[in-house]
């Protein structure tokens, strides 16, 4: 079983920039396949970006290339997301998950889950 805690949400101006951080109980965080999703409200929960347990695959939402990056630091039994370039449509609460890793992380069905830290992005 894993507990997660999200931290390292709040408000920045639109163009500004935060990392979410995610950290994760248990000896057995290096087995898991990590990924973060956004919820913004009236809205459906979007994923964002995942990481293989070694850290070596990522897999992300083309509406967040190049301005979003997830990593993982197995030894702080810790996942990041790094965000630029933040846009008011950004503003969401942000949740970071782990699953089982199969070898495919567009596959990874994620069972558990933080309880999510609010980001939001003023113009």
């Known amino acids: 079983q894993v507990q997660l805690v999200e931290s390292g949400g709040g408000s920045v101006q639109d163009g500004g920039s935060l990392r979410l951080s995610c950290a994760a109980s248990?000896?057995?965080?290096?087995?898991?396949?990590m990924g973060w999703f956004r919820q913004a409200p009236g809205k459906e929960r979007e994923f964002l970006e995942a990481v293989s347990p070694d850290g070596g695959t990522i897999h992300y939402a083309d509406s967040v290339a190049g301005r979003f990056a997830i990593s993982r630091n197995n030894t702080r039994n810790t996942v990041y997301l790094q965000m630029n370039n933040l846009k008011p449509e950004d503003t969401a609460v942000y949740f970071c998950?782990?699953?089982?890793?199969?070898?495919?992380?567009?596959?990874?069905?994620?069972?558990?889950w933080g309880q999510g830290t609010q980001v939001t992005v003023s113009s």
């Open positions: 998950a782990a699953g089982d890793y199969t070898g495919s992380l567009s596959r990874t069905e994620y069972g558990y």
């Open positions: 248990g000896r057995t965080f290096d087995r898991y396949a």
